[in-house]
Each structure stands twice: as C-alpha cells, then as structure tokens.
C-alpha cells in the first residue's frame, strides 16, 4: 500500500505541475499581448499552440510508451514541460511562443496519457477507478497554482519572470526517475521477465 500512495503522490505532482504550465499563460496573457503587441488573432494563435501540441503529444508521446516504456516516456513528456514552458519566458513575439507551448503542451498530453496508464496498471483493481480519479484530481490543484502565481509575481515582475520561476518543477524529473517503476505490464509483453521479477 505504501508503494501505491507514492506512486499516485508522485504522478498526481507532475499532473498538477503539467496543469500549472497551462494555466500559466491563460493568468498572463493581458501582460503578453502589451508587451508583444500581439493582436487578438495572435493572441488566439499563442492559447491554440498548446491545444495543438497536447494532440501531437498524446499520440506520440502514447506510442513510445507502447514501444520503449511508460517510464521514458513520461521522462520525456515531464523534460518536454518543464524545459519549454520557462523558455517561453525568452519569446519575442507570437510565433516563437506558440511553438514553445505547443512543444510544452505535447508534453504535457503525453504525460497524462502516460501516467494515467502507468497508475492503471499498477493499482489494485478494487481501488483503481478511486485512483485514477485522484490522479486526475490534481488538474485542479495545479490550475490554482497558475493563476497564484499569476497574481502574485506578474503585477511587479512581468509575465516573464512568472514563465522563468516555472523552471523550478524541473526538480520532478530526477523525482520520476528515482520514484516512478517501469510497468510491470509492458515489462512482461517484451519478454523481460527478469526485470520484471525485480
């Protein structure tokens, strides 16, 4: 049971750290509209990049977990978030921003695709439903985040500073990499059973 709360406690961080990202430029965008002098249309262009992204990286970033495991593949999706969502803090206008949020939005459907496998596979039957709804849970919590922090450092530091200080959630990955297994399930549908058997 104790392995199950730290699998879920660690999944449902990057969930919300994944759900912090998207809101972060949803409490900004005023600020990043003056400062860049985006129009309405480019605007939109910037808020569509990460929808955009999240539909490249659900299904990519789902089939290398199918082909190379769950645990690279949420490695990569957390790497994907965390390294270009405080990039975005060096944009200069809507194009070079779109594309960091929608290569931050891929990672991030990747790790929801992701984790809520990996947490499925592992959690007892009689509980995984409760589980996954947890996980998913934690959207809420990262959301808030976001919008905290928008109110917080934006007003006397600009909406740079707010994308800068995100790079803090960087410290998930070695959590993820010491924390998080490889899936038992896909582990034996390769033929390594004996990491398997560890």
């Not at 699998?7 to 509209?33: E, K, N, R």
């Not at 249309?41 to 299904?59: D, F, N, P």
């Amino acid at each position: 049971m104790r392995f199950q709360t730290l699998l879920l406690t660690t999944l449902m961080v990057g969930w919300g750290v994944g759900a912090m990202y998207a809101g972060l430029v949803s409490g900004t965008l005023p600020l990043i509209q003056q400062e860049l002098g985006l129009s309405p249309e480019e605007a939109g262009r910037v808020l569509s990049g990460w929808l955009l992204g999240m539909l490249l990286g659900a299904s990519g970033l789902g089939y290398l977990a199918d082909r190379l495991g769950r645990k690279l593949s949420l490695l990569a999706s957390a790497a994907l978030m965390g390294v270009f969502t405080p990039l975005s803090a060096a944009a200069r206008g809507w194009l070079d921003l779109s594309l960091y949020r929608v290569l931050a939005g891929a990672g991030n459907a990747g790790y929801m695709v992701t984790a809520s496998v990996l947490l499925a596979e592992y959690a007892p039957a009689r509980v995984r439903g409760r589980q996954v709804a947890l996980l998913e849970s934690a959207w809420a919590f990262g959301w808030l985040a976001a919008l905290l922090l928008s109110r917080l450092i934006a007003p006397s530091y600009g909406w740079r500073a707010v994308f800068a200080l995100s790079g803090a959630a960087l410290a998930l990955l070695p959590v993820l990499l010491v924390s998080v297994p490889e899936s038992l399930r896909f582990l034996v549908a390769k033929g390594r059973l004996e990491e398997a058997e560890k």
